[in-house]
C-alpha cells in the first residue's frame, strides 16, 4: 500500500510516499530558507502563502519520483499539530482534498511524535520505549514515550526554545538564518572556553525544564559591554567564532544534562533524539559521548531526517494499523501538544 504523507508546519513543504512496510518510495522537501533570510526569522504570513504556492508542485514532484499517479495511493497523512496556523492549513486542506477526490483516508501526524519517529525510522527497529528530546526552532522537550503515538511530556522550554537561541544568537552576530547551522559552522573555528556563558537551570535536579532566553541575552551583553547593541560587522572574525563556540557548548551542556536527568529519573535505558536542532554536530558529538559512558541506547537520525521533511510523517502507518482515522472535519492545533 503507499501512504502520501504530508509536513507543512512551519517553513518547509514537504511529501513523501512510504509503503506499510516503511520502505520510502520518495520524499521532497521544498525549503523556505531564501524567503525567511532577510528577517532573520520565519514570518507566519510569507510561510503560509509559500505553502500555497509550493504544494501542488511538491506533492507531484514526489509522486513522479516514485513512479506513481494519484490513483496509486491508498491514504494520506498530514501534520496538523502543533506548528504556524496558517502553514499547517495548506497542508491539511491539501491532504483532505485528495483524500475526498480519491475516497481514501485521511490521518493525522502530530509533528513532535514524528521527529521522534524519525530515530524508529533511521534505525530500522522499534525504539519504544525511549526518552524522547526534541529540539527544533519552536520546541525544546523531553518526554516519556512509551509508543509511537503515547507521549507523556516531562518538561521544556519556560521561554525560547533552543533552535529560536541558536537563530538569534546567529543574527545578534551577523551570521545568516537559519542560525542553528551558521552558529555550528561559526564554532567549529572558536575557542569555548574564551567566554563562559551561564546554563540556565541545568544543575537544578528538580525540574526538566530548560530557560534559554537569560543565555541570549548574556551573550548580547559579552559581545556589546553596555547592552547598547553595537554593528555585528565590528565584530572580528576571531571574537563571533569564539562567542558562537561558547554559545553552542552552554546550551548543549543544557541539553545533555537534562536529557541525562530525564533518562535516570526514569529508569529508560533509551534515548531518541529529534527536531532541526539535532542535526548539531557539538550536539551529536557530546551525545555519543554521554551514551557510552552512561550506557544507555542513543538513536540520533541522519541530518536529513532532523529537519524537517515529510518521511517522519510515516509515523501514520502505526495509525492506520491500528485504524486509528480521521474524518474531513479534521482541524489543526497549532499550540496544542496533543
Ligand atoms: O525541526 P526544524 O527543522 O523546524 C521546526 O520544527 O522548528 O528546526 C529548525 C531549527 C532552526 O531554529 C535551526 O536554526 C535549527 O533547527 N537548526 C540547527 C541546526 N540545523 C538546524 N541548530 C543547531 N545546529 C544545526 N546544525
Ligand atoms: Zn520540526
Same mark, same amino acid.
Given at each position: 500500500m503507499h501512504l502520501l504523507t504530508i509536513e507543512t508546519t512551519c517553513d518547509e513543504t514537504a511529501a513523501a510516499v512510504i509503503t506499510d512496510e516503511l520502505k520510502v518510495l520518495s520524499s521532497v522537501v521544498a525549503s523556505q530558507e531564501n524567503l525567511h533570510q532577510q528577517f532573520g526569522g520565519v514570518v507566519p504570513e510569507i510561510a503560509s502563502r509559500a505553502h500555497v504556492e509550493k504544494i501542488l508542485p511538491v506533492i507531484d514532484q514526489t509522486l513522479r519520483k516514485a513512479e506513481l499517479t494519484l490513483g496509486d495511493l491508498d491514504a494520506v497523512a498530514v501534520a496538523n499539530t502543533p506548528g504556524l496556523a496558517g502553514s499547517l492549513l495548506v497542508g491539511l486542506t491539501a491532504a483532505k482534498s485528495l483524500c475526498l477526490a480519491l475516497d481514501i483516508p485521511l490521518l493525522a501526524v502530530n509533528h513532535l511524535q514524528a521527529h521522534v519517529y524519525a530515530c524508529r525510522l533511521a534505525s530500522g527497529r522499534d525504539v519504544f520505549p525511549c526518552i524522547g528530546l526534541i529540539v527544533s526552532g519552536g520546541h525544546s522537550n523531553l518526554y516519556r514515550c512509551n509508543? +509511537?503515538?503515547d507521549f507523556t511530556l516531562l518538561g521544556g522550554t519556560i521561554d525560547d526554545a533552543a533552535g529560536e537561541a541558536f537563530d538569534k544568537v546567529a543574527s545578534l552576530l551577523g551570521l545568516p538564518y537559519p542560525g542553528g547551522p551558521s552558529i555550528g559552522k561559526a564554532a567549529a573555528a572558536g575557542d569555548p572556553a574564551r567566554y563562559r556563558f551561564p546554563r540556565p537551570l541545568k544543575d537544578d535536579r528538580t525540574r526538566l525544564d530548560f530557560s534559554f532566553s537569560g543565555l541570549k541575552t548574556a551573550v548580547r551583553y559579552q559581545v556589546h559591554g553596555t547592552g547598547k547593541l553595537s554593528d555585528a560587522a565590528q565584530l572580528d572574525e576571531q571574537t563571533i567564532a569564539d562567542v558562537a563556540a561558547g554559545f553552542q557548548e552552554a546550551v548543549v551542556d543544557c541539553l545533555v544534562a537534562k536529557a541525562e536527568l530525564a533518562l535516570q529519573q526514569t529508569g529508560y535505558k533509551t534515548l531518541c533524539v529529534g527536531g532541526g536542532? +539535532? +542535526?548539531?554536530g557539538r550536539l551529536r558529538e557530546r551525545l555519543q559521548q554521554s551514551s557510552s559512558e552512561g550506557a544507555y541506547e542513543l538513536h540520533i537520525p541522519p541530518m536529513s531526517l532532523c529537519t524537517d521533511n515529510a518521511v517522519m510523517g510515516a509515523i501514520a502507518i502505526e495509525r492506520l494499523k491500528a485504524g486509528k482515522f480521521e474524518d474531513l472535519s479534521l482541524d489543526v492545533f497549532p499550540g496544542l501538544e496533543r
Open positions: 509508543g +509511537a503515538t536542532v +539535532a +542535526a548539531n
